[in-house]
């Protein structure tokens, strides 16, 4: 069913084939039905806790991290987040885990034809995968098919389909055009999309449905290249045509006005908007506070330099060694700022960054059942228009044409009760979702918090330490 | 940065009450702060037991001008005058805040606000306390303290500097930068310096002098982008209690207390910025000055030297056309011996400045550190309760 293009969004071209694929009930999980998934979201809850654990260990390994690896230190080199899936009701219990972990980004080939590939590691007991650990190669483009492709399949009953992560085509000329793999040349970009890339995939399979979607599957473990996905290029002509899709997507978001029925909708329509503004504000301050952080690093190890420098023309053999413990020191902190930056970066803005892209999520599928709505009504102004032609047509005594004219009011009556089903069961499922989402968000924003102030104490009790040692310096001067 | 010496030479001892100088009060008018200078003294040569005078800081320069062209103290190191007041960096912040107050709330506004506001009277503190510093070194300096310039300063109730400005440089006060560098190239290329110890000095306090600048100005610049770091805080904590304003459910609670963590970090956040300025920027500060006056007093040293010499020059051309023998004699001596006590004065001078340094590096040093400790420590704390009150919300 997912071999249709998504249909042009303009109200008059509506497809009406459509319709018919929709009974299919959807290419949703063979096991979707509505009490498990009821039964799914509490235990998603459940499990969600569970993935604190192991946030004392990484800890630890940022304390061991040597200086040269501390501005690439990712925050969250592993750690657990697990997701249940539908099963869990048949399987009767919330042991299923499913771990992912991208690493290794290496560049493949030369020049301007050279790519990223990325490691997927995954760790699960699902039983519905081949095996239990398993790794494939990925580049990025492949991610953005597997989206497009969820997408595709998905985001029209209503579900909402983590975003992947955006291109950034500047960054990735860079990359194109480095000659070595080393030097910050950009590995701060690889980094940063490592990470994105890494949370995209968690967030997918954290959803009970996507999990088990067969593309899905098949990108984690299959170990065989994928076929290029072109259309994924920004300036490929599916690209452009993509484009032009979504400005008139935009347009009819725009001018469309919706006559809601159910408060539900445009109550969490405003909620939505609201969340979104202030997150962007909060995510522009955090970035504001990352960048100064940063310059603050730098001008540290100004300090320590001139500390340095002094040391050596100090004539006093006391005060010389102190200066030079203080340069040790102030170099040291430089490494705590740098790291605190970072933790300031990967745990809290890019957080927020991801909730933008899934709020943004979230209108979609609002939109669609908007979409659903325009079709039902469509349909209905259709119904009555055939209703009319058939009186008509019978009143003029055209007895030909009458029966033709009874045939298509039977046709529309269908299509009217379908579109009608079409949106009732969009609304329900984007409830569902929403509740799901909601749940997440929650869980995802309390764990956050926490992960960021334990690492913002752990570098305070650093800096302690630091100054600790140099204080028994200062004080043997003279 | 008080400098009261340990070193016996040249300064009064602590408990000496006879001539007490302190800055009372101090106001901030537009472009000028006028400093009340109050004098306590059992010395006689005053007038009354306890007075004061209103001076502005030209006046301090006068004060310190006088010292410096004045042969009798040539062997010393004159305390460094205070440097000019400066509000501008602060008053641009204030006004640059002004303008933006539209596109914050209220509450983040009044929070910057607050936070320039203190920077301020920071600043204006910090040069109260230069300005003091200044004087207490001259008040406690057995010397120093008899100069009739510096009674002036203290007890005349008129303007000092009623002159414009132009006329104090055609009064000799030709003392700056400007006129010392050229003179060091001028002496160090056609003078030979007889000691080598001060030729050695020279240079290490030249150098000296350079990376003390140079730490002041990074020192200076790592604290103020601390600051900025704190302040960023500010809007933080504000866009938080704003998320949960609109974010009713589980979460409101959640992200107040996280806000309240941040804003309380912010506070802390600043402090270490603050103490890092006073304790190891203003140190370095110091001493840059101070060092540049031990370099001036070497120049003068070494002019003296100049001078010695060509009085020998001038004898010996006398003794050669025999003529004026006797007061090309005398103006050798005294040259001679004007050389040697500068030169004395000046090591013992030289060693004093290094045992300052010493002290007050090391108590800056220790002080630093403390505080950082203190303030890590704190904020450390501080998220230890945030997460305990986090994880009771979970």
Not at chain 1, 36 to 46: R, V, Y
Not at chain 2, 29 to 53: A, I
Not at chain 2, 346 to 368: N, P
Request: net charge negative.
């Amino acid at each position: 069913m997912a071999d249709s293009v998504e249909p042009p969004p303009l109200f008059e071209n509506v497809d009406m084939k459509r319709e018919e694929a929709e009974d299919d009930d959807l290419f949703e999980s063979a096991v979707q039905s509505q009490p498990s998934a009821n039964l799914c979201l509490e235990e998603d809850g459940h499990d969600l806790l569970n993935g604190d654990s192991d946030i004392g260990e990484e800890i630890d390994k940022l304390m061991l991290n040597d200086k040269s690896e501390m501005e690439n230190v990712p925050i969250n080199n592993q750690s657990t987040i697990a997701t249940p899936t539908m099963e869990e009701v048949e399987a009767e219990g919330g042991d299923q885990f499913i771990e992912i972990t991208i690493t290794e980004p290496q560049k493949v080939g030369d020049g301007m034809g050279a790519y990223m590939a990325y490691r997927v590691l995954t760790h699960t007991n699902m039983p519905f995968f081949k095996k239990r650990e398993f790794a494939v190669m990925r580049r990025f483009s492949d991610f953005l098919g597997l989206h497009d492709k969820l997408t595709e399949k998905y985001l029209k009953v209503g579900r909402i389909i983590p975003p992947a992560p955006e291109k950034n085509v500047i960054g990735k000329a860079k990359i194109k055009m480095a000659q070595s793999e080393q030097a910050g040349n950009g590995s701060d970009f690889i980094e940063r999309r490592r990470a994105a890339l890494e949370r995209y995939l968690r967030r997918t399979s954290q959803h009970p449905v996507l999990i088990v979607d067969p593309d899905f599957r098949e990108f984690l473990e299959c170990d065989i290249e994928l076929p290029k996905a072109t259309n994924t290029s920004a300036l490929s002509g599916a690209g452009v045509m993509r484009f032009i899709n979504k400005v008139g997507e935009t347009v009819n978001k725009i001018t469309y006005k919706m006559e809601e029925t159910d408060p539900w909708f445009e109550n969490k329509l405003v909620h939505v908007e609201g969340l979104e503004n202030q997150l962007r504000k909060l995510h522009y301050n955090v970035e504001a506070m990352v960048s100064y952080r940063k310059e603050l690093a730098n001008l540290t190890n100004g300090v320590s330099r001139s500390a340095a420098m002094l040391s050596v023309c100090e004539d006093h053999n006391l005060l010389s060694r102190a200066l030079s413990q203080l340069a040790d020191t102030e170099e040291k902190v430089e490494a705590v700022h740098m790291e605190q930056a970072n933790t300031d970066f990967y745990i809290l803005c890019e957080m927020l960054k991801d909730y933008l892209g899934l709020l943004g999520s979230v209108r979609d599928a609002f939109h669609e059942r908007t979409k659903m709505f325009q079709l039902w009504q469509h349909s209905q102004q259709m119904l009555t228009k055939k209703r009319e032609a058939k009186a008509k047509l019978e009143l003029q005594g055209r007895t030909d044409k009458v029966d033709q004219a009874g045939v298509e009011v039977i046709e529309w009556e269908a299509k009217v009760e379908r579109s009608q089903e079409s949106f009732d069961r969009i609304s329900k499922m984007i409830k569902l979702e929403m509740d799901r989402f909601e749940k997440c968000r929650i869980q995802d924003f309390k764990v956050t918090f926490i992960k960021y102030l334990e690492n913002h104490m752990e570098h305070q009790a650093q800096l302690v330490k630091y100054w600790d040692d140099f204080l028994p310096e200062a004080k043997a001067i003279a | 940065m008080g400098d009261r010496v340990m070193g016996d030479d040249g300064t009064v001892s602590l408990t000496d009450n006879s001539l007490i100088v302190d800055i009372s009060d101090a106001l901030s008018e537009k472009d000028k702060v006028k400093f009340t200078v109050h004098t306590r003294t059992t010395l006689k040569n005053f007038n009354k037991p306890e007075f004061h005078v209103v001076r502005q800081h030209e006046e301090f320069i006068w004060l310190h001008d006088r010292y410096e062209e004045n042969p009798v103290y040539a062997g010393y190191i004159i305390p460094p005058p205070p440097p000019r007041p400066n509000f501008d960096a602060s008053r641009e912040k204030l006004q640059r805040l002004g303008e933006g107050e539209g596109t914050m709330t209220k509450e983040e506004f009044n929070k910057m606000k607050q936070e320039l506001e203190a920077e301020y009277l920071a600043t204006f503190k910090k040069t109260v306390a230069m300005h003091e510093v200044f004087l207490t070194r001259l008040a406690s300096h057995v010397m120093f303290r008899e100069d009739e310039h510096l009674h002036v300063f203290l007890e005349f109730d008129q303007d000092l500097c009623a002159r414009p400005r132009g006329r104090f440089q055609q009064f000799g006060g030709f003392v700056k930068s400007l006129g010392s560098t050229t003179d060091q190239y001028y002496l160090n290329v056609t003078v030979r310096d007889v000691h080598d110890f001060f030729e050695k000095q020279m240079n290490s306090l030249t150098e000296y002098h350079g990376k003390l600048k140079e730490g002041t100005v990074k020192t200076d610049k790592m604290t103020e982008k601390h600051k900025e770091v704190a302040d960023s805080y500010i809007k933080i904590s504000g866009g938080l209690v704003q998320l949960a304003n609109i974010d009713p459910g589980p979460l409101d609670k959640y992200l107040m207390k996280v806000a309240d963590g941040f804003e309380k970090a912010r506070k802390l956040e600043s402090r270490v910025a603050s103490d890092e300025d006073l304790k190891l920027a203003d140190t370095l500060r110091y001493y840059m000055r101070d060092s540049q006056a031990a370099m001036a007093l070497l120049v003068r040293r070494l002019k003296c030297l100049a001078t010695y010499e060509a009085a020998n020059r001038a004898l010996e051309r006398a003794r050669q056309k025999n003529k004026d023998i006797h007061a090309a004699e005398k103006a050798q001596t005294e040259a001679c011996e004007r050389f040697d006590s500068i030169s004395t004065q000046a090591k013992e001078e030289l060693l004093d400045f290094k045992t300052r340094r010493l002290h007050a590096f090391r108590k800056s040093l220790i002080e630093l550190a403390e505080l950082e400790i203190k303030h890590a420590r704190t904020q450390q704390d501080l998220f230890k309760k945030s997460l305990q009150n986090l994880q009771e919300l979970m």
